[in-house]
């Protein structure tokens, strides 16, 4: 079992951190989504690490321990960033610890990913999901071919009025107008609370250190005020973002049926948009099935092989 890396990196300007797992197959680029980090993907990669997988998660800007974006347009931003760490991911050098070295290695990839193509399954969830079917219309990306996307809720088709949901819950609303001082930890349980509500369709059933691990990344009200300033700011960018006719490569779709937050009809579009494309709707599912579904997630990304080999 491949042990897990975790180091900072820099894609398109912007520092990140960077989950990975060294291993042999197409990598895995995973994102995630609006609010969240890369570590809603670490019960995956658990997963991925006992089949000996390569794969990279990473937390897109503007969130988890990222920079932040520039002015301006954010999805030419995250396009840039994710085209970025897909290169990264498929260039056959092993994880660099340390900040030189890092950025050393990822000299040496860029030159290697000119000389020859090179190949990537690109993943993501909700506002990463988005990601992976932008970066799927461009075929390629620095060098690196998409090879399969495996979209889960994405982000930019029928969109539930989440953000409404979230501005307007009293918990949140209260917290954000108290005129005194308030401890970290009582934003973050707020933040956790919130999260529970809308991500899962079992909240009670989810490891406490999932919550925990999210909410961190939200350690105070400025925080969460400017959080809350990016969802105003994409939200006009993500409708009418996608041009799904320019997909060519397996696209599979996951969804959770109980899916609060971005509504699984909007699949309607992409199977008849997309030729090919398929459709897995997970049942008693919210909009994290990362989170709620490993197992499962992790046996489609891998193929009926996989699925295959484990029965047997």
Not at 90 to 117: C, H, K, V
Not at 133 to 138: N, T, Y
């Amino acid at each position: 079992m491949e042990p897990l890396f975790e180091h900072r990196m820099e894609f398109a300007g912007i520092e990140t951190r960077v989950l990975e797992l060294e291993g042999s197959g197409e990598p895995f680029v995973l994102f995630h989504g609006w609010s969240d980090s890369a570590d809603t993907w670490r019960h995956v990669l658990d997963l991925l690490a006992r089949h000996d997988r390569r794969a990279i998660a990473v937390d897109l800007p503007g969130f988890g321990t990222a920079g932040p974006l520039a002015a301006g347009p954010m999805l030419p931003q995250l396009d840039a960033f994710g085209a970025e760490a897909i290169a990264y991911a498929a260039a056959d050098i092993r994880p660099a610890r340390g900040r030189a070295r890092a950025r050393r290695a990822a000299a040496r990839r860029g030159r290697a990913g000119r000389a020859r193509a090179r190949r990537a399954v690109v993943v993501g969830n909700s506002l990463g999901g988005c990601l992976a079917l932008r970066l799927a219309q461009r075929g390629s990306v620095r060098g690196v071919e998409v090879a399969r996307v495996v979209a889960l809720a994405p982000a930019g088709l029928e969109m539930a009025p989440w953000f409404r949901i979230i501005e307007h819950d009293p918990v949140l609303r209260g917290l954000l107008a108290l005129p005194v001082p308030l401890p970290g930890r009582a934003v973050q349980e707020v933040v956790g609370r919130v999260y529970e509500a809308l991500a899962f369709a079992h909240p009670r059933a989810i490891e406490p250190g999932v919550v925990r691990a999210f909410a961190r990344h939200h350690p105070d009200r400025a925080a969460l005020a400017r959080l809350l300033s990016s969802g105003r700011k994409l939200l006009p960018e993500l409708r009418d973002c996608l041009d799904l006719a320019a997909i060519d490569c397996p696209l599979q779709l996951i969804w959770g049926d109980r899916d609060r937050m971005v509504y699984a009809s909007g699949a309607e579009r992409v199977l008849r948009e997309v030729p090919g494309a398929r459709l897995e709707l997970l049942e008693d599912t919210g909009h994290c099935p990362q989170i709620e579904r490993p197992q499962q997630v992790v046996e489609l990304l891998l193929g009926d092989a996989a699925v295959a080999a484990r029965a047997a």
